[in-house]
């Protein structure tokens, strides 16, 4: 034992001098993981749509079919004539390039249309849709037309009947285009136009959120699944007998499942126009598990009417002047200089009358700040106003042949 232990002195001695007289020398070894990275998702929203209008369907042709390739009207019916370019159908897209799911600018009572829209997204993702009425306008007065209802007030676009005389029908389907009973009412039951896109705010469709799931269940919609939603419109008065279950038809307007009847209409539609802005949402789902798909908060800006009055008669005055502004609301009459608030968001015109004692002056109006000339007359041409505006209109009136030093009022 003795000679054991001395021997291990001895070399743990030849260890302590190789080490003072040498540098890395030791036994070693390095693991090293490269490449660590948080990256952050995305919540990427597409969606496609396939239009029927009539019973014809907007229909991709390509070169084979067509020497312009596009989209156009396919089908047997005789309206929309077949062959003619449509744009109510698209692929799959971000919505960014103009795309439209109503283009039909030639309505007739019992016309009809169907459309599926296909919802695509990259992560498990809550969803909701968003449907707003931008406008419900006159236009014009044909001669029929007059004879039953009011003339057309060029300023204001919201005068129209068109909106009311539009049902609709959405509900979850199962890609075949067609309405089977057991599927989901998205609208809650048939509505009108100005029943699903009020002007004070946009009518929210629930695609999913935590209080449900559209095609059952309380999921998000599932990534890199496809799902679909359904709409059947009417000019006139649509209903609803649906198809039973699963019933194997393909892809058509409706065999049946929902059917519109035109002839209770009469001529006061005649040349209105309706306009609305279609919206999709999606939210995370992921740590996010009591989103809920309420309307959104109210679009609303603020407009203020500036009268400014140049003459030498001071006896006339901004008050002998009514300010009028014309938009969603109707047609209001403002106060000069003060700021009317919670304006939903649309298309605007603003315009005066000569209401007080003006002498018999006459006057040469200019619209300046967001308004713009009215080609001459007392009316601007319509602006936009947008979420969060907080914008002037400013209407000049300058006595004609007054050669006397102004004065501002």
Known sequence: MRRI????????????????GMTGAFFSDTETSTGNTFAAGAIDLKIDNDSYYNGNRCTFLDAQATTTPGFYWQGQFPFPVVGSACDTSFPLSDLD??????????????????????????????????????????VSTTEPEGQVDATDNPLDTWDGELADALQFFWWADDGDNVYETGEQDLSGGIKTLTDLATTTGAFSITLADSNGNAWGGDEPLPANETVYIAKAWCFGTLTTPGLPDDADTGPQVRPGSVLCDGSALGNETQTDMAQVTLAFRAEQARNNLDFRCEPPDQRTGTLTIDKVLLTSHGAISVGDFTLHIVGPNGDQIVTDQVP??????????????????????????????????????PTSTPFNLDANDNVTCTILNDEIGDNAPPTFN
Not at 5 to 20: E, P, R
Not at 124 to 137: E, F, I, P, Q
Not at 355 to 372: E, L, P, Q, R, Y
């Open 5 to 20: 232990l001395f021997g291990l002195i001895v070399i743990l001695g030849a260890g302590g001098a190789i080490a003072t």
């Open 97 to 138: 390039d103009g795309l439209l799911f109503f283009n039909f600018r030639d309505l007739k009572p019992d016309d009809e249309g169907e459309d599926t829209i296909s919802i695509h997204v990259q992560n498990d993702a809550w969803a909701c849709m968003d449907l707003t009425l931008t406008s419900d306008d006159d």
């Open 340 to 377: 009317v608030p919670n304006l939903p968001t649309g298309s605007y015109t603003a315009y005066e009358q000569v209401t007080g004692d003006v002498a018999g002056k006459t006057f040469i109006t200019t619209f300046s700040g967001v308004c713009t000339s009215g080609g001459g007359t």
